[in-house]
């Protein structure tokens, strides 16, 4: 069976996406007020090791890209799926629309509270926000069908990450937004599969999904 992405869930997601947005700025407000930025009044640093920071996953082209994904390889919506440095939730709360389950991994302890009051705001119960550097120990990814993350990392990221996706099982989707994951697309693990007509040598390209499969051993 294939994945249907229900129309009623665009009015949904925009009501969690303004109470997100709303939280972002009041973090941004009172962790650095000095340094707020008219265009980027959303971001705010966190506690997270490499200094990345928060910032959203835009839910609009979240969801047009699972459409994407699943004209690419098959999704029920019976996939449980992990968000590593879930910060706000906003990836998670779409992703707990459309599958069955969602784990994200968040080090800021402020941040996972806010994800999880906003959470409990529009009753999404198969949501499980859990406080933990994903990095140390390295999360198990062997339990998800879905691997997303949006920049967690500044610093090392295509190491890290690369190392980290190891475990991901047979199958697996790993969608990467805004990071060109070379480091997976040279690994014989993975296949590449968005986008179709994706250069390796490209350094970055913003508001894009990099998704690739994990190939069996
Ligand atoms: C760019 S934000 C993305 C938030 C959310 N996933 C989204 O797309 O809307 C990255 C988040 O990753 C968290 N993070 C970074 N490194 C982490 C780590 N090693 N373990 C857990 N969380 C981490 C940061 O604190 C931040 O909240």
Known sequence: M???IKPRINRLIDNIFQEANATATRL???RHPERRHPEHENYFETNCPGSAGHDFTD???LLRHIETVSHLVPLTGEESVVSLGSGLGMDSFVFALIFCSVTGFEVDQEVITEAR???ALFGL???NFIKRNFLEPKVDLSPYDLVYFYKPLEYDFEKKIGELVQSAKPGAIVISRAFPHRA???QKKFKVIYPFDWDPTCRFMASDYYTAVRLKD
């Open 117 to 119: 009051r906003i959470q």
């Open 184 to 186: 997976l697309h040279r």
């Open 28 to 30: 941004a407000q009172i």
């Open 125 to 127: 119960t198969n949501i």
């Open 2 to 4: 294939r994945l249907a």
């Open 59 to 61: 839910p609009a082209s």
